[in-house]
């Protein structure tokens, strides 16, 4: 039997800047380095959400060093998905940004109410290439055709994300919907990235759980996109 593999990043991590989250960009790099990991990723809610930062904060972090105590810090946005598979940040913002993730969040504009609401608004906002990770898409509360939006995963690259908190008091009821969702990334060869959604720096590069779900369904080291520095380098075009 092959050791567990470990995960060398974390790209949906939430700061003070949320609004409802408690760590700093300083913190949660601290964190980081005592875990090990080599990058992180920052992600704090797009403006639909009540309590969230403004716009100008987006391209504010440039202001954010590359390495803060040896961590790799990638400078991005948990985008809010709209209606007709808009999100809430514009392509000028989105494109100053290292990365996007984007998900349905409730009370943040979005007004879809069935399935297929939910099915197409995903599918287009997995066809925008600045968005590469649609965060916790098993959520129960925003049911997707699922077999249809891991097709659209393989086809457009756009990594589905495995929630760790989804797992551990976030979101109840995703569990199954997540191993579905695993499962059915393994057999059409989708890309998958397996994140904390830490609120507190505490949290950070906690992912076991996640983990767990993505080994147990048999998806390939190599289409785990969040797996190392180089991965997430090679899969969002940064390297040089
Ligand atoms: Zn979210
Ligand atoms: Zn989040």
């Avoid at 960009?25 to 809610?45: M, P, S, T």
């Avoid at 109410?113 to 995903?122: G, I, Q, R, S």
């Avoid at 609120?199 to 969040?226: F, K």
């Amino acid at each position: 039997m092959d050791s567990v593999p470990v995960l060398k990043t974390d790209l949906h991590i939430h700061t003070i800047a949320s609004g409802h989250a408690f760590s700093t960009v300083n913190e949660i790099a601290a964190e980081a380095a005592r875990k090990g990991l080599e990058a992180v990723g920052i992600a704090d809610h797009g403006p639909a959400l009540p309590g969230s930062p403004h716009h100008f904060y987006f391209p504010c972090l440039k202001f954010i060093p590359d390495l803060i105590d040896g961590v790799r810090i990638f400078r991005g946005v948990e985008a809010n998905i709209l209606n007709g598979g808009e999100v809430d940040l514009n392509e000028a913002l989105l494109e100053r940004l290292d990365f996007a993730l984007a998900g349905f969040h409730d009370h943040a504009g979005y007004t879809g109410e069935t399935l297929e609401d939910h099915t197409e608004a995903l599918i287009a906002v997995m066809r925008n290439p600045r968005i590469q990770i649609i965060t916790h898409p098993g959520n129960p509360r925003f049911p997707i055709d699922l077999e249809r939006v891991v097709k659209t995963a393989a086809a457009t690259g756009t990594a589905l994300e495995i929630n760790n908190a989804s797992f551990v008091g976030s979101r109840h009821g995703s569990e199954e919907n997540c191993r579905e969702i695993a499962r059915l990334c393994a057999r059409f060869g989708a890309p998958v990235a397996i994140n904390s959604d830490a609120h507190i720096a505490q949290a950070v590069g906690v992912l076991d759980a996640a983990l767990g779900v993505v080994l147990e369904a048999g998806i390939p080291w190599a289409n785990v996109v969040t797996r190392d520095l180089a991965a997430v380098l090679a899969f969002l075009g940064l390297e040089k």
